[in-house]
Every structure is written in structure tokens, then in C-alpha cells.
């Protein structure tokens, strides 16, 4: 299985809109994914007949949350389910599965942040996954800790792994002392108290804050990089291998795609088998 995490990049010039299902898969084919979380990333139309449902929960908390599934046909002419949660129809996340991958379903979690998306992966050794996208009130990393905990909490009660990648917008390697004592606590608490990993810390055999790989480019600037997005796996993977590369700058980051990379990581068999990450 292919798991890809991105950033798609709202581009704030074109009125705030996100893209599209049919431009990420688009530029996504390449990559050849089975399950791909998108941050930033536009709400399906709910008048679309390919809709399934759609619910609003008022225990979030928030003005408009949104959550929904659908069979929406990407440009390989494949179907795919999609599960989507957001601020407002322009602004969320989305969690999609392709046709003849393991199917998804969603994990309904009181007062989440509205765009995280925990989503049970029908595999034949079920796991949660999480997508993810932080925003910055209280904080980054106070956001990403409540998320990540809640969902954790939400796979215990299920029996089941959990998995989460995407864009946290934290990094131990920001400038303001604030910003980097807290992506430093984020990460050791997420080891030491939910039993996740990150992939790419795991592989490169690296402390928090010695990252050398970006994932994030600002204003597509090669010279103002960031390591924001993150793969985290249940501790016991440790022993299965773990790559990761990272594509061509001028590959991804560009105005008309995004100002991050997207992280894939590949699953070989089923969840405890051969892991296999990526950058492509």
C-alpha cells in the first residue's frame, strides 16, 4: 500500500480557492498512491450526485464542519472514495482512497479540530489513519498534540495501529525558541506517550531539530526551507525498512502546484510487513 501526504497549496490570488479533486489527482498520478491525505484542499460540491453523505456536528464546535464521501472519478478514470473535513468549502482536508485499495471509513470523534481526518483503512490488518493539517490558534503544536491524542485514544478504544501524516506546521528547527521547544516537546511526547514514530527520524537515524531533508519551500524559495510534514507509524514497524527520498526541488514546488513536497510512504503486504517510505 501507498500512502501519500500533500500540501496542495490554496493559492490565496485565485480567491481562496483550493484545488480541485481532478487537479490533485492529476498531478498526483505520478505517484501512484492507494491513500493520500490533502491539506488545503477545496470541499466536493454537496449538490454532486456523487455524494454519499454528509454530516454537520455541532460538538465541534466550529461554524462549519463538514464531513463527507464519495465514488468521484479522477483523471485515470478510476474511482475514489473521498472523506473530507474543513473550516469553511474552501479550506479542509480530505482523505482518499483509490479504487481496488482497501476502503475507508470515517471516525467520528467529538470537538476534533475540524481539519483533522481519522479514518478507518479496511485493510486486511485494519488501522487508523489520520490525516492531518494544524493551524495556528492556540498554536501548532498545542492543536496537533489535542488531535493526535484524541485519535490515539479513539484507536485504543477500536483495537487497532494507528498511523497519521500530513503538514503539522511544526519543526524543532523554527527560529523562535517558542516555536522550537514546542515541535521538540510535540515529538518526544508523541513517542514516548502514543508509541509513534516518525519514518523519516526513524530511517536517517536523526534527533529532532537535525533534519536535512525539506518538505516545505516558502514562497517556493529554494533557500527558505522547512521540514513541516510527517509520517508517524506504531513503534513496533521499527524493524522494517524504512527508505525515503526526496524529488527535484523544482519538481513540486512550484505557484501552480504547491510550496511543499509530497511525502509518500509505501506499505509492502499487509500493516506489519515491509515499510517503505518516500519522496517523490
Same mark, same amino acid.
Given at each position: 500500500?501507498?500512502?501519500?501526504?500533500?500540501?496542495?497549496?490554496?493559492?490565496?490570488?485565485?480567491?481562496?480557492?483550493?484545488?480541485?479533486?481532478?487537479?490533485?489527482?492529476?498531478?498526483?498520478?505520478?505517484?501512484?498512491?492507494?491513500?493520500?491525505?490533502?491539506?488545503?484542499?477545496?470541499?466536493?460540491?454537496?449538490?454532486?450526485?456523487?455524494?454519499?453523505?454528509?454530516?454537520?456536528?455541532?460538538?465541534?464546535?466550529?461554524?462549519?464542519?463538514?464531513?463527507?464521501?464519495?465514488?468521484?472519478?479522477?483523471?485515470?478514470?478510476?474511482?475514489?472514495?473521498?472523506?473530507?473535513?474543513?473550516?469553511?468549502?474552501?479550506?479542509?482536508?480530505?482523505?482518499?482512497?483509490?479504487?481496488?485499495?482497501?476502503?475507508?471509513?470515517?471516525?467520528?470523534?467529538?470537538?476534533?479540530?475540524?481539519?483533522?481526518?481519522?479514518?478507518?483503512?479496511?485493510?486486511?490488518?485494519?488501522?487508523?489513519?489520520?490525516?492531518?493539517?494544524?493551524?495556528?490558534?492556540?498554536?501548532?503544536?498545542?492543536?496537533?498534540?489535542?488531535?493526535?491524542?484524541?485519535?490515539?485514544?479513539?484507536?485504543? $478504544? #477500536?483495537? *487497532?495501529?494507528?498511523?497519521?501524516?500530513?503538514?503539522? /506546521?511544526?519543526?524543532? +528547527?523554527?527560529?523562535?525558541? =517558542?516555536?522550537?521547544?514546542?515541535?521538540?516537546?510535540?515529538?518526544?511526547?508523541?513517542?514516548? $506517550? #502514543?508509541? *509513534?514514530?516518525?519514518?523519516?527520524?526513524?530511517?536517517? /537515524?536523526?534527533?529532532? +531539530?537535525?533534519?536535512?531533508? =525539506?518538505?516545505?519551500?516558502?514562497?517556493?524559495?529554494?533557500?527558505?526551507?522547512?521540514?513541516?510534514?510527517?509520517?508517524?507509524?506504531?513503534?513496533?514497524?521499527?524493524?522494517?525498512?524504512?527508505?525515503?527520498?526526496?524529488?527535484?526541488?523544482?519538481?513540486?514546488?512550484?505557484?501552480?502546484?504547491?510550496?511543499?513536497?509530497?511525502?509518500?510512504?509505501?506499505?509492502?503486504?499487509?500493516?506489519?510487513?515491509?515499510?517503505?517510505?518516500?519522496?517523490?
Amino acid at each position: 500500500m501507498r500512502i501519500t501526504s500533500w500540501n496542495c497549496h490554496r493559492d490565496k490570488k485565485q480567491v481562496g480557492r483550493g484545488k480541485s479533486v481532478k487537479e490533485c489527482l492529476k498531478l498526483l498520478k505520478r505517484l501512484d498512491f492507494d491513500l493520500v491525505a490533502l491539506q488545503e484542499w477545496r470541499r466536493l460540491d454537496p449538490k454532486d450526485k456523487r455524494v454519499i453523505w454528509q454530516d454537520h456536528d455541532p460538538n465541534q464546535g466550529v461554524a462549519v464542519v463538514s464531513t463527507q464521501a464519495s465514488r468521484q472519478m479522477g483523471p485515470d478514470g478510476e474511482s475514489r472514495s473521498v472523506i473530507w473535513r474543513g473550516t469553511n468549502p474552501d479550506l479542509g482536508v480530505a482523505v482518499i482512497s483509490k479504487e481496488g485499495a482497501p476502503q475507508i471509513k470515517f471516525v467520528k470523534i467529538s470537538f476534533l479540530h475540524p481539519t483533522i481526518v481519522p479514518v478507518i483503512v479496511d485493510a486486511p490488518e485494519p488501522f487508523v489513519f489520520v490525516g492531518v493539517w494544524t493551524h495556528p490558534e492556540p498554536s501548532y503544536a498545542k492543536v496537533a498534540w489535542e488531535a493526535m491524542s484524541a485519535c490515539a485514544r479513539a484507536a485504543d $478504544k #477500536l483495537q *487497532l495501529p494507528m498511523v497519521a501524516a500530513g503538514d503539522f /506546521n511544526i519543526w524543532p +528547527g523554527l527560529k523562535k525558541k =517558542a516555536d522550537k521547544n514546542a515541535s521538540l516537546e510535540f515529538l518526544k511526547c508523541v513517542e514516548s $506517550k #502514543l508509541g *509513534l514514530l516518525s519514518a523519516y527520524h526513524h530511517h536517517y /537515524n536523526r534527533k529532532a +531539530g537535525e533534519e536535512r531533508h =525539506a518538505t516545505h519551500y516558502f514562497q517556493f524559495k529554494k533557500a527558505r526551507v522547512f521540514h513541516l510534514d510527517y509520517c508517524f507509524v506504531p513503534k513496533d514497524w521499527r524493524k522494517k525498512l524504512i527508505t525515503w527520498e526526496v524529488g527535484p526541488f523544482m519538481k513540486w514546488c512550484k505557484p501552480k502546484h504547491s510550496d511543499h513536497c509530497p511525502m509518500t510512504v509505501e506499505i509492502r503486504g499487509s500493516t506489519n510487513r515491509e515499510i517503505e517510505a518516500r519522496w517523490i
